[in-house]
């Protein structure tokens, strides 16, 4: 179902402090902190994952994750590794609808990659229908794996999908070739990962307007009107990027813009300085940070703000309306 943005960019006089979540559209897990980001094979295994400083999909200085398997028995046997962190979460209400990430077989063997998800308080486990075979040659490709009932499989427990994508507790990423499987494949592997995060059907989702999610805030930053404080949510579901359209208030039927605010991102909050002069209308408008924006939201009649064209600043190119939200 998707949801109406009707009052998108009207100016206020509060702000609001936006939470953080969980799962959350426009996050990345690219290992250039250094760290793992809390991947793990779990406390026993003598072969966790690790983060590599170089060699990743953009090439030297480019961080990615290395997880290794013995095969044969017992703990790091398995080529498998999963995350409670900042994976676990209820993926419906961030948006999420897939996740994609890139990856490189540096072993000697065809691995099957698949995805898997446990949720419903631990007690319910579905995992990838379908692998995607990734040849031992060292080469990094890219993975997009879905989250429907056809794209996932129940591999134990009596919840159903639905019941687990709002509980998600644990994401693991993993090897499985005789089909769908929660355990992962014994073998001795090494796997490469990088730039894991989660996609969302349709184009960037509309900023929440209050009828869902809490709506856009703005206050003066200074006397003169010439700094504005911007808050916005992005808890109730998140777009790689946003960026601010405005125009005359003279010109507000028409929303003819005059310029906009480039990669404002994604913190929820904003000082738009050097406001040009004048009175003015504006919006806070979601991108994935590569051409394409989302709704601007919808007026009283349910119909698209500016239609289906793109407003061509901040090198956008394209348009897409159908992002929802949540």
Known sequence: MKIPARYLGMAVLLLAWTPSGAVTLGQVDDFEDGTVMGW?????????????????PAGAGDNYLRNISSGGGGAGSRLVMFNQAQWAGDYPAAGVTGIEFQMANFGATTLHLRIAIQGASFT??????????????????????????????NVGGLASLADVLVSVDTLRILSASAGPNWQGDAIA???????????????????????????????????AGSVIELSWDVSTCQATDYHVLF??????????????????????????????????????????????????????DVAHR???????????IDRD??????
Not at 251 to 273: H, R
Not at 286 to 298: H, I, L
Not at 306 to 316: H, P, Q, R
């Open 40 to 56: 793990t094979e779990g406390a026993v295994s003598p072969n966790p994952p690790t983060n590599q400083f170089s060699g990743g």
């Open 124 to 153: 319910t486990w579905y995992a990838s229908t379908t692998a995607v075979a990734l040849p031992a040659d060292g080469v990094w490709y890219s993975a997009s794996f879905g989250l429907t009932t056809s794209d996932l499989t």
């Open 189 to 223: 592997a090494i796997l490469g990962i990088d730039n894991i995060q989660p996609t969302s059907a349709g184009g960037p989702p509309p900023v929440p307007d209050g009828a869902f999610g809490s709506p856009l805030l703005a206050s003066r930053g200074n006397l």
């Open 247 to 300: 125009g005359s208030l003279t010109n507000v039927a028409g929303l003819g813009i005059d310029g906009g605010v480039c990669s404002i991102g994604t913190a929820g909050s904003f000082t738009w300085s050097s406001v040009a002069a004048g009175d003015l209308w504006f919006l806070v408008v979601g991108d994935d940070g590569a051409g394409t924006e989302g709704s601007w939201g919808t007026d009283s």
């Open 306 to 316: 500016g239609g289906t064209t793109a407003s061509g600043v901040c090198a956008i």
């Open 321 to 326: 309306n159908e992002g929802t939200c949540p």
